[in-house]
């Protein structure tokens, strides 16, 4: 699967490439910190984006994990496991928009 960044990342990294720069590197020395491989990282930023209703980042971390190796069904998993943290409504609109991801892949 390629990795395809979205439009605004492409504007932010144009418009403020030092500010992207900083936070690709946070990225990678906070993945670095610790035993955890990419999919589980990724599986985990997934849940945190849709504990905070983020669009962007599920549908970012969605594609990050199916890249990584995640099973659709780890995906739903790691969603549904929040049910009882952040609700069930939450929780329906973070599934849908990981399946936009899902869906466009095929």
């Keep these: 699967m390629n990795k395809i960044p979205s439009e605004m990342y ?8 030092k ?4 936070v690709e590197s946070l990225g990678q020395a906070a993945k ?4 955890l491989d990419e999919k589980s990282a990724q599986l985990i930023q997934l849940a945190a984006a849709a504990a905070i209703r983020s669009e962007g980042a599920v549908h970012s971390h969605t594609r ?4 990584a ?4 069904e780890e995906i739903h ?3 549904i496991l929040l049910t009882s943290t952040i609700g069930f409504p939450t929780v329906v609109a973070a599934l849908t928009w990981a399946d936009d991801v899902i869906d466009k892949r095929g």
């Design 10 to 17: 492409h504007h932010l990294k144009e418009k403020h490439d």
């Design 19 to 22: 500010f992207m720069s900083a």
């Design 32 to 35: 670095s910190e610790g035993p």
């Design 64 to 67: 990050r994990a199916l890249e």
């Design 69 to 72: 190796g995640a099973q659709v």
């Design 77 to 79: 998993h790691a969603i």
